[in-house]
């Protein structure tokens, strides 16, 4: 059996709202998955630069303007492909624009179609990096998780936080549905599994799990 090479993470804060994108590739490989690029496009370039990377893939949690701000200026740059939950494709060409002003800073502020639509179960080969994809509605329609089930990572966009979860007070939000998906989907992952959220300090699935006071489901 090959053994798989390390997971490299890069945690960029971008934005008014400090979100987080991640850069996300394998040891030996030069192809990069970024999520989540919120905002300082040549910031997010320059990160890809300085590890020799090129950007395999664009890939957005969900469609809010502070976490696809710089979707179209790092897509002119690199070339690569954006994926959006199907259910959150339509908010990359028409962002609420109230929303919007909340997120100003840093971005080409670009109406753009995605280039591909994500559902769950399916899986995203970037580089040496495959992404199952997790549907995770609540926060807003569309929104997706991405878990690596051998690296014991999910990256949780704004579903689930360190010690907190996604708002629901937005245009599409199901507060009911925010539950299930972290209740049903993300706690039944390996508890040991670390979770790379949209804001704030990483986590794990067991101390979200026992800060929410919830058993394991398997």
Known sequence: MVEMRALRVDKIPVGPLSTNCYVVWRDGSNVAAVIDPAAHPARIAGRLEQNGLMCGAIINTHGHPDHIGANGALRRLT??????GAEDSHMLAYPDDMFRVLARSGGEGDKLDADEVLADGDRLL???VE???????????????LWLEGDLAVFSGDTLFKMGVGRTDFTG????????SIYRVLFSLDQRTKVYPGHGPDTTIAAEMAWHGRSHSR
């Open 126 to 128: 970037v580089g040496d």
């Open 79 to 84: 070339g690569a492909r954006v994926y959006v």
């Open 131 to 145: 992404f199952h994809v997790l549907a995770t509605p609540g926060h807003t329609p569309g929104g997706i998780s």
């Open 173 to 180: 939000g199901d507060e009911a549905a925010l539950f299930d």
